[in-house]
Structure formats: C-alpha cells, structure tokens
C-alpha cells in the first residue's frame, strides 16, 4: 500500500526553537531513502506504508532520546486503488486547471 | 511507546454519507481492545505504538477492500517520556483549572 | 454558514504543561455561548462561521497576552449546503452503524 | 497579528477528483494578494489574521456555489509575538540546521 504523507512534528520542553528537533527528522527522512519534500508546516513524504510509518516511529524515538520529553505529530496519509499517483502529481494536477482557465 | 492518538478517516468516492466507513474504523478499534473514544470529529485511541498504528493500516485497508477508493486520514499522534498520561487525564487535567478558578 | 470545527490549541514557550492555557480557551468558548465539548486532543465547537472565528483568534490573543510567545493551533472545519447538521447528529449517525450490525 | 497558516480543503460530493476545486481557492489567495505555496497536502498561506480568514471563508463560500455540498477544511493556524517571522524563515531555519551538522 502506497502513501502520501504530510507530517509536521511538534517537541515540546525544549525551548521555543524547534528548527533543530526538525532538522533530525529531515535527515531520518533522507537516510530512508524515501521521496521528501519540506515547506513551512511539515515535510511531505512518500513510499511504501510500512517504511513511512517505520521512519514516523525513528523520529519520535530520535527526539525522545535528544531531550524532547513530549512529542505531538500531526500527519495525513493518503492511500488510493484506483491509480497510482504521487505528490508531484497531486500538485501538477492543480497547476494545470490554473493555467486552462 | 505509549502513544495517544487522535485519528479521522477520510474516504471518497463514495457517496456524501461517510458514516458506514467512519464505523467500519469503529469495529477494528473494538477489536483490537486499544481504549477509545469517538467525537465529533474524530476518535481518540491510546495504546502501544505498534498496536495503535497496525490498528490505523487496517483501517484504511478494510475500507479500501469495502469500496472507497481514496482515503485520507488525519492524525495527531503524542508521545512522552517524562510520565505516563492517559487521555483522560489530559481531560482531567483541563476540568480542574477550570474549576479551581 | 453554519461550521462544525475542531480546534486543538498549541502554546509553546510556556514550559511542558499546556493545561492551564488550554483551560482559557475552554472559557472563551464558554462566554461565547458557542456549543463546545472537549475531547482528549481538543475541542468540538459549533455555530456560525463569523463567531466561530471571532472566539478562535480572541483565544490566541488571549493566550499571547497571557505568556505564550508563540501558539499554533491545528483546526478542522465542515460546513454542508445539503442539509442541516450538528456535531451531535455526526457521532448519532456513525452510532446507529455499530448497533444495527 | 501576523499568521502563517496551512490550508487543505476537502470538498465531497462532487467525485474523486477534487483538483478543480482546490485550484478554485488556490485562484482566491492569488487575489487576495497574500504570500501562499501550494505543496503536496495543502497551501502555505501568510499575511495578517483577518485577511487570511476572509480567504478562507470566500474559498468555502465559493465551493459550495460551485457544487461541492460539504466541505472539510483542515488548518495549522501560527501565531508569535516574540518575533517576525515568515513561511520562508522557518524553512531557512530548518535548512541551515541541515547543511551545518
């Protein structure tokens, strides 16, 4: 099972910069190899479901163990049957019906 | 990792009427007997991390089997390492600032 | 326009318990005679869109005036040209699935 | 008061491909001249608080006009006083974080 996700992870009890906590997760991201994209509310990710949900679960373990004693994740995940899709496809998809009309 | 968990399942593609998939995700929270609490917009889960989280794959591959062919789920997931805490007692926690002022 | 919302306040820089912040919006909510219940990662509230709003930002600015230098609030809101609905008759609706099985 | 917001709108009812309707709000924040970035699960939206809330509520307002009968919309709503802050701060931030470990 394929999945978009979108997830934005919010330590807490570790000051108001929360950059570098952020920082530790991208490069989670990066090292599994899976397709990741950041923007100004999270880090959108793509790849198999078990593998993401595998690098979702590193995260918060990696922060936890950086000093980060409360953790809250917001993700969204999106799975469909009917076609393949990927993020850049989501996104061409609106592009085009902006540019047609 | 005990994890509290909020979770609101998505599915399209099947008519405006959500509520027979909305509790099908129900049923498999039943049974995994992970404690659980619906509202309004959403169902609040707490368990270990794998249990909660295999809980949430096989929703969205049941609701997938039952028909819809997009699903999107919106989930917030807490972790915490500094004490054990339930949702209630986050609720309690809450109910007494607003009575003791 | 009629919304059902669901907000989840997040005040940082204000050290780990977050209670007694959130126990301030739960007031504001009250005081706007808005329908509201909370759950454990957040609140259910109702009404029209215009007041709705108006107790959403008075509850970040409240919480700004009150010490936390930075809040991020996470929030879902459904309106429905259809046909009347409140909270109420969502949670109602997915019930008489589980039970009728 | 300054806020950076994450926007993504689900209309229902109206088939399994919601692209028109997304690039219908995408056109709204282009008018309304605010800063906003469209990524893979939603749009990056700034600029001052009532502003970016009227965007939303034309965005719900002109979907349903256009035949979506329900409307889910989740949102990340950022708030600070300590300091100005743009989307493209917070990505810099993360980012140099990334190439100085």
């Known amino acids: ?3 978009l996700m979108d997830i934005m992870v919010s330590p807490s009890g570790i000051g108001i910069s929360v950059s570098p906590y952020v920082a530790m997760c991208q490069k989670i ?3 599994s190899g899976l397709t990741h994209t950041m923007h100004g509310f999270g880090t959108n990710v793509e790849g198999e479901w078990d ?3 595998a690098a979702v679960k590193q995260c918060h373990q990696t922060l936890h163990q950086s000093g980060a004693v409360r953790i809250t994740s917001h993700i969204k995940i999106g799975t469909r049957t009917d076609r393949d899709q990927t993020m850049l496809d989501k996104i061409t998809s609106v592009e085009s019906k902006l540019t047609s009309s």
């Open 29 to 31: 991201f990066e090292q």
């Open 1 to 3: 099972m394929y999945v």
């Open 51 to 53: 593998e993401v949900m």
